[in-house]
């Protein structure tokens, strides 16, 4: 079982940044693939970006390829997003994600974990 708890998020201008972190506890593997997953208000939930523990297998969302970076830090168990450049439509809940297995998480359908969710509002 793995717990995950966001904190970071905030109300901020356009073009300005924010970091996400997510701690994790509980099994954690360097293998698993974690994830972001963003939910604006009326829309479906969707992938932001994901690594593995050990650092490798990022991957982001072409939404916010150059401006998001991912990073996790498996000495504290926890993961982190920095968003920088952000925009108006950057507004929604982010959320991180585990999975038990896989070398990347992209899909809503593969999570095995989620946390609450920490609200992000970009604006203009």
């Known amino acids: 079982q793995v717990q995950l708890v966001e904190s970071g998020g905030g109300l901020v201008q356009a073009g300005g940044s924010l970091r996400l972190s997510c701690a994790a506890s509980g099994r954690t593997f360097l293998y698993n693939p974690m994830a972001w997953f963003r939910q604006a208000p009326g829309k479906e939930r969707e992938f932001v970006a994901t690594?593995?523990?050990?650092?490798?297998?990022?991957y982001y969302a072409d939404s916010v390829k150059g401006r998001f970076t991912i990073t996790a830090d498996n000495a504290k168990n926890t993961l982190y997003l920095q968003m920088n450049t952000l925009k108006t439509e950057d507004t929604a809940v982010y959320y991180c994600?585990?999975?038990?297995?896989?070398?990347?998480?992209?899909?809503?359908?593969?999570?095995?974990?989620w946390g609450h969710g920490t609200q992000v509002t970009v604006s203009s």
């Open positions: 994600a585990a999975a038990n297995t896989g070398w990347t998480l992209t899909s809503v359908s593969s999570v095995d974990y």
């Open positions: 690594i593995r523990w050990s650092g490798g297998n990022i």
